[in-house]
């Protein structure tokens, strides 16, 4: 009876475990405390853990055997708080753990972050001998790993006569985990043998850690090794890709996914969508999101962002009414989205009724991220008052992240009261931000207060902030060229050159003048109008024309908010060159056709 009890756990046919158990009650031997064991088993690996427990709380003849089954199960049904309570009532009634015992009890204090109790166990597996065996070994690994206790992982690693796969997987997992790349790349490297977790733990370290092209590029040996890639995989690729903003590479990542047959689940197509959209084609994104046969509220948030970067707040309100009609209930990071596309489209009205409607509604308590959206909001439409207003009735002590917003939108108005102001904000809330210095320092320059930059550069040096260079990428045939400003390394750059004066000439007849006010650094005209012109979007666009057949869209990817020159200078050689430009900055996506951006100027 015990094996077909057994069967039934493992094929999920719990009716006919029932229908056995009526005839056991019959029978009288319910009692049996291994009926009751495969009972229980059955019943927790069916899902129905409330009448495997009925049957463990009547069983007077609870063994060890027993108490492991329970354990083991909770475990894996990710209840393990109820793993442990089992375990102290076994405590209290006599038997005594054993290894399978440890193993889950382990485990449970590692998911739960209980690093005391794990080291209690630890101690109690030493002093029984129970070290020797792989998995408990293993599980050690994992708890001193996700207890951010890395060097006594490495202790028991180390200590292991045997180590298995899955052990260098825990101890791979274990840098990974705690952002230790170089480490967990070393490890990666010295493994004996690696199956698909370790790739997979290790290309999505990478992608954690903004190593795109590393990670691109580990996918490409695994691929030579032979080895199938799966869903998993596929996520950190498609997001790798998204970040770079690579276009031909993400729709080879499709095109691979659909070839292999891989595994598309709600996971895998939301990372699509987001990926489409990151890099620029937000027709795509859509494309996959209306296909999705399930869609989750990630996958509603990565659609609302697809339309949202490329300032269609209408759209991404359109979008939350449909989630909303088909009963998905939104959380914080929705509305977070939806800020952010009626913040890019001059939504004001609509930005603050979702705003409203987020406390009201659905009763979510707004977090630093969705103020600062709505002074965004404000800002970027000019209404500084409004926003200042805002800030001062916010309920939470105003970060630096929102004095910059604020200070942001006063440059941008040409507001140098209020800038100054929030410029003094910004220097005593201590924001240990780069960019927040950066942008005090370029708006102190833009109103010409040189000395004022200077104090802020010295606080920054004082503090070893260090100004993130302007860079412009591009991918042509597969290959990510990057530029930085001023930068003359690139093989092709006397013809890059001899194609930004032929740009420059051409679109100076067309009425374009460099706009100086762009270069925030005490120089004279010569040395503004030459860094002007070698901003590095400038460059990745003049090689963006020279490289690529006519009718072909020239794509972008800033790692910075683009200035207001470059934007100008986009427009006009997207309508002088007849070619779509596509530019990706740190904010959203401009879209340049025919001498006009998407956005509307509105950024």
């Known amino acids: 009876m015990t094996s077909v009890i057994s069967s039934c756990a493992k094929s999920g046919d719990v009716d006919l475990g029932e229908r056995i158990l009526d005839y056991l009650t019959g029978s009288g031997l319910t009692s049996n405390a291994v009926m ?8 927790m690996k069916c899902g129905a853990a409330d009448k495997a427990i009925q049957l463990f709380d009547e069983c007077v003849d609870r063994n060890l055997v027993l108490y492991n089954t329970v354990m083991s199960n909770y475990v894996k049904l990710g209840k393990v708080k109820e793993s442990l309570d089992t375990f102290r009532e076994m405590l209290d009634l006599g038997p005594k753990p054993d290894r399978v015992t440890m193993l889950s009890v382990i485990t449970s204090s590692a998911e739960l972050g209980d690093y005391s109790f794990g080291m209690q166990c630890h101690a109690y597996v030493l002093r029984n001998g129970l070290e020797n065996w792989d998995n408990i070994s293993n599980s050690l690994i994992d708890m001193y790993a996700k207890s951010n206790r890395q060097e006594l992982a490495c202790r028991v690693f180390d200590q292991m006569p045997n180590k298995t796969t899955v052990s260098w997987n825990s101890l791979l997992a274990g840098f990974a985990r705690n952002g230790e790349v170089e480490s967990a790349r070393r490890v990666f490297d010295e493994m004996p043998e690696r199956n698909l977790v370790s790739w997979n733990t290790i290309i999505a370290a990478l992608v954690h850690e903004s190593l795109f092209k590393e990670a691109i590029e580990l996918f490409h040996s695994m691929q030579k090794e032979g080895l199938i890639p799966d869903e998993a995989t596929m996520v950190s690729i498609a997001s790798a890709c998204g970040y770079l903003g690579a276009l031909d590479l993400a729709k080879w990542t499709y095109n691979y996914i659909k070839k292999h047959n891989i595994n598309r689940n709600v996971r895998l197509d939301t990372s699509l969508v987001d990926m489409f959209a990151r890099c620029g084609s937000p027709k795509i994104a859509m494309e996959i999101f209306d296909s999705m046969k399930e869609k989750d509220v990630s996958a509603w948030t990565a659609a609302i962002g697809a339309v949202a970067m490329e300032g269609n707040g209408k759209r ?3 979008l939350f009414e449909e989630m909303v009609m088909l009963g998905v209930h939104p959380d914080a990071v929705v509305f977070s989205g939806l800020l952010f596309a009626c913040s890019h489209s001059g939504l004001v009205k609509q930005g603050m009724d979702i705003f409203e409607t987020m406390k009201e509604c659905y009763n979510i308590t707004p977090s630093i991220v969705h103020y600062g959206c709505v002074v965004d909001l404000l800002g970027r439409a000019g209404f500084l008052n409004e926003a200042l207003d805002f800030i001062n009735s916010m309920p939470v002590e105003p970060t630096g992240e929102i004095w910059s917003s604020f200070l942001s939108a006063c440059r941008t108005h040409k507001n140098e009261k209020m800038a100054s102001f929030a410029g003094e904000k910004l220097t005593k809330s201590n924001n240990e931000k780069t960019g927040a210095h950066v942008l005090l320092s370029n708006i102190y320059a833009s109103f010409g207060k040189w000395d004022d930059v200077a104090n802020v550069r010295m606080r920054m040096r004082e503090k070893g902030m260090k100004k993130v260079p302007g860079s412009s990428s591009i991918e042509i045939d597969g290959v990510v060229h990057e530029f930085t400003c001023g930068s003359e390394s690139h093989p092709l750059n006397g013809i890059i ?13 067309e009425g374009y003048f460099r706009d100086l006010t762009n270069v925030l650094m005490d120089v004279d005209e010569g040395e503004k109008e030459f860094l002007l012109s070698r901003h590095s979007e400038k460059v990745a666009i003049a ?17 910075l908010r ?22 990706r900055d740190n904010k959203r996506f401009h879209f340049f056709r025919r001498g006009e951006c998407s956005c509307g ?3």
């Not at 009751?36 to 019943?43: H, Q, T």
């Not at 194609?499 to 051409?506: K, S, T």
């Not at 090689?543 to 869209?553: H, N, T």
């Not at 997207?574 to 070619?579: A, E, F, L, P």
Request: net charge negative.
């Open 562 to 583: 683009m200035c207001l020159d470059c934007h100008t200078f986009a427009k006009i050689v997207s309508k002088v060159y007849d070619r779509e430009i596509v530019v």
């Open 497 to 509: 050159a001899s194609m930004l004066d032929e740009i420059n000439g051409r679109i100076r007849d």
């Open 36 to 43: 009751v064991n495969a009972l229980v088993d059955m019943y």
């Open 601 to 603: 100027d509105y950024w």
């Open 543 to 559: 090689f963006g024309l020279v490289s690529s057949g006519r009718g072909v869209a020239v794509r972008v990817v800033k790692n």
């Open 316 to 318: 991404a309100l359109e």
